[in-house]
């Protein structure tokens, strides 16, 4: 108990003289710090960002089910072959129709057209549409799409060519204020549609960088009716189950190449994308933008890691003769070592202390740019990596200002 007692006080002496000549020497601990502040602010941003980027991605990921397949005429990632892909047949609609009757593994399907940045209209108000689809109402199980007012499309509804329509909750809140949009006729590219659901509140997507809340979703046949029959048709398949996955995916490949008369032997001329590819694309950039961040972090720390060491050594030198009392008087060798391994330690916290101050305001500027995060794990990294820098550059000064012998540090002028 005495011992611990002993060493309690020891440390607190070391941390006290350490404070102290920090604060002696304000402008010269504040410069060794700049290193370490860059280095904080480069691995504060990467993080906050790459969290960002995280929360981002799960979010708008979620609107690709795991279980869905999407029958394309392009994979999503197709590289320098845009070309290739672009003089393939056109998904038809009718081919929706098949895969429904004839595919096993699936419980819906639900073929969709797009089109993007039409004008809606609503008395003397009008907003653009981010985007519109024409679908059926199998939509709603394979984006997991649900009204937070109103009802989906009906099946009647689309074989009909009814003019009626799901609205995004951002264009909602802009053309009804005050009003409830259900039941109200709006004009879409001049033609009148009847407002029958409210989308729930779904946030940026990710991918394309359009907001999920300035949607609208109509019948098909009123799609192709009122907003052209020249757009592609996609065909999204959500499956029984996750493990049935891959059996889905070959027996709705099958089918399509019975549809599409494809040769055996020759390649699919359709794509069958699903949510891998994206993890596959994101995770390749997100690996990119860490190494990156990384390198940079690595070289602004050890550029700062170099500099305390150099003033740790100075310091030393010129608290020789303070070392040599304090060892004439009953100093131990390890406390003279704690007390300037703290100083390195502390001169290195602070500079991670200033590292986040600054790194805060910026990434709430990045944000505008790419979405960031910064919860409280990043903080505890950050001043933990500081401490970490702090012992690596303090410790061979420390070491050494520990071996002085009282005698010759006495001496020393």
Not at 163 to 174: N, P, Q, S, W, Y
Request: hydrophobic share 45%.
């Amino acid at each position: 108990m005495g011992k611990l007692f002993n060493y309690s006080l020891e440390l607190k002496e070391s941390l006290l003289i350490s404070l102290s000549a920090i604060k002696v020497n304000k402008m010269r601990s504040a410069l060794t710090t700049l290193g370490i502040v860059i280095g904080i602010v480069a691995v504060t941003l990467m993080s906050t960002a790459i969290e960002g980027l995280n929360r981002a991605f799960i979010s708008s990921i979620s609107s690709f089910g795991t279980d869905v397949l999407y029958v394309d005429k392009f994979p999503w990632f197709h590289g320098d072959d845009w070309w290739t892909y672009r003089n393939r047949k056109d998904i038809k609609i009718e081919d929706a129709d098949i895969l429904r009757e004839q595919m096993k593994n699936a419980v819906a399907v639900a073929p969709n057209m797009r089109t993007f940045g039409r004008t809606i209209k609503y008395k003397d108000k009008s907003v653009m549409s981010t985007i519109i689809y024409g679908t059926t109402t199998d939509f709603a199980l394979t984006n997991n799409i649900l009204p937070q007012e109103g009802r989906f499309l009906t099946t009647l509804e689309d074989r009909a060519g009814r003019d009626v329509c799901l609205i995004g909750a951002d264009i909602a809140r802009e053309l009804f204020t005050g009003e409830s949009p259900l039941n109200k006729i709006i004009k879409i590219n001049d033609h009148p549609y009847k407002v029958i659901g409210i989308l729930e509140k779904q946030g940026q997507s990710l991918f394309g960088g359009f907001s999920l809340d300035g949607q609208v979703i109509m019948p098909i046949t009123s799609f192709q009716k009122n907003l052209g029959q020249r757009r592609t048709t996609r065909i999204d398949v959500k499956v029984v189950s996750m493990d049935k996955l891959d059996d889905a995916k070959e027996e709705l490949r099958g089918i399509m190449r019975k549809l599409r008369k494809v040769p055996p032997g020759k390649e699919d001329d359709f794509a069958i994308n699903q949510q891998e590819a994206f993890l596959k694309a994101y995770n390749d950039t997100v690996g990119v933008i860490q190494i990156a961040g990384l390198v940079i972090t690595f070289l602004s720390l050890f550029v700062g890691a170099i500099g305390i060491m150099n003033i740790m050594f100075v310091s030393v030198k010129e608290r020789t003769k303070e070392i040599g009392i304090r060892k004439a008087i009953g100093a131990k060798r390890r406390t003279v070592l704690a007390q300037f391994l703290i100083e390195a330690i502390l001169i290195c916290l602070l500079g991670g202390i200033i590292g986040l101050m600054i790194a805060f305001p910026l990434s709430l500027l990045v944000d505008k740019f790419l979405p960031t995060a910064m919860p409280l794990e990043i903080v505890f990294l950050s001043l933990i990596i500081s401490a970490i820098v702090g012992i690596i550059s303090g410790i061979v000064p420390a070491w050494q200002a520990s071996k002085l012998d009282p005698v010759d540090a006495l001496r020393y002028e």
